[in-house]
C-alpha cells in the first residue's frame, strides 16, 4: 500500500497556500516557522514535486502546487463538515410543549426513539401554551391557541376537538349515558375554572345541565382526563389527544359529537433552526403521525 502523506503535513500546506508566507501560516497553526517549512519540505520530497517557488518576496504555488490545492482543500472540507455533522448530532433536538399534548406526543417521541436513536429529543413540558424563542433557546416547541405570526416556521398539527370522555366502568354503570340529559346523573370534571369547554359542548348539543358549576375544576385537560380514566366523572377531552387512552380502554366517549373550538396545536421553530439537522425530519414525521390520528372517523 502506498504511504500516504502525514495529515499535519498536509493541513500546513494548506495553510501556507493561503497566504503564501510561512510565518503567517506558523501563526495560524501556531507551530514555529521552521516547523512549517520542514512540513512542507517533508511533503516535496514525498510527492517528488515542488509545491512553492520560494522568492525574495515570498512564496507562490508552483504549477504542480496549484494542480494540488483544490484537492487538499475538497478533502479537508470533507473532514470539517463530518466533524460537525457528528458533534450535531451528539446535541439533543430541545422540544418544548405544553402539558396538554403530552398524552399524544410522548408515546410519539419514545417511538421516535426507537426509530431514529441517532437523533434524539430532550422534552420540556409547562402550563405555558406558547413559546418566546428570543428568550428561550429551544430548537423548536409545540404551541396551543391561534395560528402565531411571529414564531418563524409555523406548521399546523391539529384542531382542538372537544368531546365528553369517562371510564368504561361510568359508561355502563348505574345511570348509562345514552343522552345528553344524562349527564345530570354525573359529576363533571373541568380543565379550567371558566368551565367554558363543557359550555361551549353543551350549546352545541343544544343541552341545558344543572349541575355544570357544581363539578371539579382543574389546572389542565390532562389532569381532568387522568381523573376520568378513574371512574370518577366525565372530563371535557381533545379528540385528537385521547387516541392511546380510546386503544387501550382507559377512556370511553359515550357521545359522538365532537365541537371545534378553534384552537389548534402547531410545531414552531425559529429561523436559527432552520439549517440544523433533522428539524425538518422530526417535523414531517410529527405532522404525519398528527394526520394519522385526523383520519380516524
Known amino acids: 500500500m502506498k504511504r500516504l502523506p502525514p495529515l499535519p503535513a498536509l493541513h500546513s500546506f494548506l495553510i501556507t497556500a493561503r497566504c503564501c508566507n510561512f510565518?503567517?501560516?506558523?501563526?495560524?497553526?501556531?507551530?514555529?516557522?521552521?516547523?512549517?517549512?520542514?512540513?512542507?519540505?517533508?511533503?516535496?520530497?514525498?510527492?517528488?514535486?515542488?509545491?512553492?517557488?520560494?522568492?525574495?518576496?515570498?512564496?507562490?504555488?508552483?504549477?504542480?502546487?496549484?494542480?494540488?490545492?483544490?484537492?487538499?482543500?475538497?478533502?479537508?472540507?470533507?473532514?470539517?463538515?463530518?466533524?460537525?455533522?457528528?458533534?450535531?448530532?451528539?446535541?439533543?433536538?430541545?422540544?418544548?410543549?405544553?402539558?396538554?399534548?403530552?398524552?399524544?406526543?410522548?408515546?410519539?417521541?419514545?417511538?421516535?426513539?426507537?426509530?431514529?436513536?441517532?437523533?434524539?429529543?430532550?422534552?420540556?413540558?409547562?402550563?405555558?401554551?406558547?413559546?418566546?424563542?428570543?428568550?428561550?433557546?429551544?430548537?423548536?416547541?409545540?404551541?396551543?391557541?391561534a395560528q402565531p405570526d411571529d414564531l418563524g416556521h409555523v406548521h399546523p398539527l391539529f384542531e382542538e376537538q372537544l368531546t365528553p370522555v369517562c371510564a368504561p366502568s361510568l359508561l355502563n354503570g348505574a345511570h348509562p349515558l345514552e343522552q345528553f340529559g344524562d349527564l345530570e346523573q354525573h359529576m363533571l370534571l373541568h380543565p379550567t375554572l371558566d368551565e367554558q369547554d363543557w359550555e361551549r359542548w353543551l350549546k352545541a348539543a343544544g343541552t341545558r345541565l344543572s349541575n355544570v358549576g357544581k363539578g371539579q375544576h382543574f389546572d389542565t385537560m390532562d389532569l381532568a382526563m387522568t381523573v376520568a380514566s378513574q371512574g370518577s366523572g366525565l372530563a371535557m377531552g381533545d379528540w385528537a389527544l385521547i387516541g392511546e387512552d380510546l386503544s387501550t380502554g382507559r377512556l370511553m366517549t359515550p357521545f359522538d359529537l365532537k365541537v371545534k373550538t378553534g384552537a389548534a396545536y402547531y410545531v414552531v421553530y425559529p429561523p436559527r433552526s432552520a439549517a440544523k439537522p433533522y428539524i425538518r425530519e422530526l417535523l414531517d414525521w410529527l405532522q404525519a403521525q398528527a394526520q394519522a390520528r385526523r383520519n380516524v372517523p
Open 23 to 145: 510565518t503567517r501560516a506558523a501563526e495560524a497553526l501556531h507551530i514555529t516557522q521552521g516547523a512549517v517549512s520542514r512540513q512542507i519540505s517533508g511533503l516535496e520530497n514525498q510527492l517528488g514535486h515542488r509545491l512553492f517557488h520560494r522568492e525574495a518576496r515570498g512564496l507562490s504555488l508552483t504549477a504542480e502546487g496549484r494542480a494540488f490545492l483544490p484537492r487538499i482543500e475538497q478533502v479537508f472540507s470533507l473532514i470539517e463538515e463530518a466533524v460537525d455533522q457528528m458533534g450535531a448530532e451528539q446535541q439533543p433536538l430541545q422540544l418544548k410543549a405544553p402539558t396538554c399534548i403530552t398524552r399524544w406526543l410522548l408515546p410519539r417521541l419514545l417511538q421516535w426513539q426507537k426509530e431514529r436513536p441517532d437523533v434524539p429529543v430532550e422534552l420540556t413540558t409547562t402550563i405555558a401554551h406558547g413559546v418566546d424563542f428570543r428568550r428561550e433557546r429551544f430548537d423548536a416547541a409545540v404551541v396551543y391557541g
